[in-house]
């Protein structure tokens, strides 16, 4: 067991496709080997292994009184408002010796914001050209707060820059045909598309079928900002953790 705090559980959403496993578990991998004295896991919330159960059960079987869950999440809407808090609590019930707090989701944070903005730069646009259109597309969510909190992803993505932007969803309106016919009308006649996902998959070949003839910038994916952003989020967790066992 480590002896450097609570154990720190990584939870993705899960795909069908490889990639998708393959980059989040370089993104952990990574960050455990940034940080040998932690107990870094990974857990998949659906269509991957291992399961959030199946890696609570085995952190706490492995002795650990302490975990601290980081949804590998870039919005706050369903899997991390209800569907891992409802797995979390049962957790509880199984395990009521481990404490489990779950930190916040990895959100707009200004890191990644920068991973994304070298994603784009990597394309070869110029950064100072205005006729350069960025159409950012993220998953998308049913709930409309969760969309408007990611449309800042665009705004906060063009600060330093003369890109124009445009932001739109694979699963919900506006899509990327949409987004793509606004920045043209803004007269930008160099298009890039902007995955604001942690890892490739079966929506990104989506983005890349709906606007074939665009740019195609890469994920931010296991960029060294997406694990520092993790380990802030255990860290304010660990500190929730900490106050939790002062006042007990």
Known sequence: MSESGPALIAVA???????????????VADLAARHPGMDVRLAFLDLSTPSVEQVVDAVAAQGHTEAVVVPLLLGSAYHARVDLPGLLARARGRHPRLRLVQAEVLGTD??????????????????????VGVAVAAVGSSSAAANRRTRRVGRLLAEGT????SVCFATTEPGLPQAVSRLRERGCTDIVVAPW?????????????????????????????????????Y???RAELRRGSAAA
Request: glycine share 8%; net charge negative.
């Open 13 to 27: 959403h899960g795909s069908r496709d490889p990639r998708s496993a393959a980059t989040v578990s370089a993104v």
């Open 110 to 131: 200004a890191r990644l914001i920068s991973g994304l903005r070298e994603r784009v730069r990597d394309t070869g646009v110029d950064p100072f050209d205005p006729s």
């Open 162 to 165: 003369a890109w124009r932007t």
């Open 197 to 233: 996902f942690l890892a490739p998959g079966l929506l990104t070949d989506r983005l890349l079928t709906a606007a074939s003839e665009a740019t195609h910038a890469d994920p931010i994916g296991d960029h060294p900002f997406v694990g520092d952003v993790v380990l802030s989020r």
């Open 235 to 237: 860290v304010s967790a």
